[in-house]
């Protein structure tokens, strides 16, 4: 079955500084990969997302991404944090499972930034 | 575009009552819905899979009886939770994906539920 893993827990980083949040998965064939966005108390918003082709994928709000397959990870990163970037990410797989494709998440990273 | 709406965005209920919980897809149709739990500062587990004008598939653990799920339409899907304990009190998020090959989910807002 597949999994996702964030080894971060939280991360705190300060405002204008640069930021990379891990993924790593484990899947049989070649996944869809997602990076999604939550604040407090409200649904997820992507931010990206992998399927094929190029391996560095470019997101909305400065937000980047790169599969490497060799590592099973997929690590988002930005290189200079707003103060409103922090909330919760979630990497997340996307699979096939015949009659349907669903997401598996990650447990989630909290990001806080320091001014 | 891509804007799925769900209502109600937080509700208190009465142990052994009923809620129900909408998820439309406003600007599209979507295939397949589903539906998400989330308890506070833990990820998202996946309930169940909505196919409309079919039964849903529920994931391993999850209670069918407790939590009815109905997608009468491209546009919509429901969330029943019946007989509701404090148990259940928890986020609940749905996700709609487009229909016509599109590999994207787009999520609701969520619905805070708290059974008192």
Known sequence: AQSVTQPDIHITVSEGASLELRCNYSYGATPYLFWYVQSPGQGLQLLLKYFSGDTLVQGIKGFEAEFKRSQSSFNLRKPSVHWSDAAEYFCAVGVNTGTASKLTFGTGTRLQVTL | ?116
């Not at chain 2, 209920?13 to 397949?32: H, M, N, P, Y």
């Not at chain 2, 909505?50 to 598939?57: I, L, P, Q, Y």
């Open chain 2, 1 to 116: 575009g891509a804007v799925v709406s769900q209502h109600p965005s937080w509700v208190i209920c009465k142990s052994g009552t009923s809620v129900k919980i909408e998820c439309r897809s406003l600007d599209f149709q979507a295939t397949t819905m589903f539906w998400y739990r989330q308890f506070p500062k833990q990820s998202l587990m996946l309930m169940a899979t909505s196919n409309e004008g079919s039964k849903a598939t529920y994931e391993q653990g999850v209670e069918k009886d407790k939590f009815l799920i109905n997608h009468a339409s491209l546009t919509l899907s429901t969330l029943t939770v019946t007989s509701a304990h404090p148990e259940d009190s928890s986020f609940y998020i749905c996700s709609a994906r487009r229909q016509g090959g599109s590999r994207g989910y787009t999520f609701g807002s969520g619905t805070r539920l708290t059974v008192v």
